[in-house]
């Protein structure tokens, strides 16, 4: 199985490079995991809604040169489904089943996720109700996909 996660911006922060690190290694037992990040567009925090468009455009272009043939598109958006833990990990086994190995993740910029590569997505998938920067939520995409594992393989998980 393969697991790729592609998110617009470059991660900074320490502590959430730690995590992802961890959660990478953790991980390896389950799939192969490939981290992409493809650079975000400099903008000015008074853009008007036209030019927002043209951000997430550009940052979409970025995106789909990194997504690999024949790869399930699952991007993390708050419109999205939201899904229990258990509900997540029969997500993905649903598409293992039927022979769909390669798995990729978006994570969209601070705008958000052009509204062509949401519509192209196979699944629209919400992490919550809250809003989270988009850095820490490929910690939090990377610790329910290691849970899913962990369910999947009815090993227990409680840390």
């Keep these: 199985m393969k697991i790729n996660i592609i998110a617009v911006g470059k991660l900074k ?3 959430l490079k730690e995590a992802v690190t961890e959660y990478t290694k953790r991980l390896s037992k389950f799939c192969q ?8 567009e400099q903008a000015s925090d008074k853009l008007s809604p036209s030019q927002e468009i043209q951000v997430k455009k550009r940052e979409a272009e970025r995106i ?5 043939e024949a790869s399930v598109l699952i991007v993390l958006d708050i ?10 990990s029969n997500k993905l086994n649903s598409f293992f089943v039927c022979g769909k190995s390669n798995i990729t993740f978006i994570i ?23 809003t989270f920067p988009h850095q820490l939520a490929r910690v939090l995409i990377l610790e ?15 840390k």
């Design 108 to 130: 969209g910029g601070s705008l958000g996720i052009d509204q062509q590569l949401l519509d192209e997505a196979d699944f629209r998938f919400s992490l919550s109700d809250l």
């Design 64 to 68: 789909r040169k990194q997504i690999k």
């Design 13 to 15: 922060e320490k502590y």
């Design 79 to 88: 419109k999205g489904k939201k899904l229990t833990s258990e509900e997540f």
């Design 33 to 40: 995991l490939q981290l992409v990040e493809v650079s975000d």
């Design 144 to 158: 329910q996909i290691f849970r899913a594992f962990k369910i999947l393989s009815n090993e227990t998980y409680h």
